[in-house]
């Protein structure tokens, strides 16, 4: 993801919002979002000088969901108020488990990734217990090699066709 502080210093130093977008590889639509308030606030490109700290704090004041990730997700209240159950459960089961549960027995209606992302984000101490090494037997190295081995290509080849030519009379 881009440095949203880096549109606006570019920006200001007067690249145009298509080559903003060209060399971070964003689209002119996302360029023009995030310049928006800065237009709205009357600042314009070639102004007096502004330090990426000057941004930062416009941007925090401007988009306060980028910088607080708690405000971002509109569903994680809801999952919030299952968290001793999650809780409970993580150990146990799969996160994908646990989702399915409370979906039905508990009519959470949120998507699995945001729940993973909620998951992950506010409990990294018990998904990182809860993670599962599952171990697998040796495969014997012979039958591994055997198994992956090509056919005999000399077996497999046509014979040439061979033509000789005769002398012309």
Do not use: N
Not at 30 to 47: D, F, H, N
Not at 142 to 159: E, G
């Amino acid at each position: 993801m881009v440095d949203i502080t880096e549109i606006y210093v570019h920006w200001y130093a007067g690249r145009s919002k298509s080559e903003l977008a060209a060399s971070l590889g964003v689209d002119r639509k996302t360029v023009r979002k995030y310049l928006a308030p800065a237009e709205a606030a009357g600042i314009s490109p070639g102004g007096p000088p502004m330090s990426e700290a000057d941004w930062s704090k416009l941007i925090k004041e401007w988009f306060p969901g980028l910088i607080d990730r708690r405000l971002r997700p509109v569903t994680w209240p809801d999952i919030d108020q299952h968290r001793d159950y999650i809780k409970s459960l993580l150990g146990t089961v799969t996160v994908s488990t646990i989702h399915q549960r409370l979906r039905d027995e508990h009519k959470l209606q949120v998507s699995i990734s945001s729940f993973r992302r909620w998951v992950h984000a506010t409990l990294p101490d018990e998904v990182a217990k809860s993670q599962v090494t599952v171990l697998r037997d040796e495969i014997e190295r012979r039958r591994a090699v055997d198994a992956r081995k090509a056919p005999d290509r000399r077996s497999c080849r046509r014979p040439r066709r061979r033509f000789l030519s005769s002398p012309t009379p």
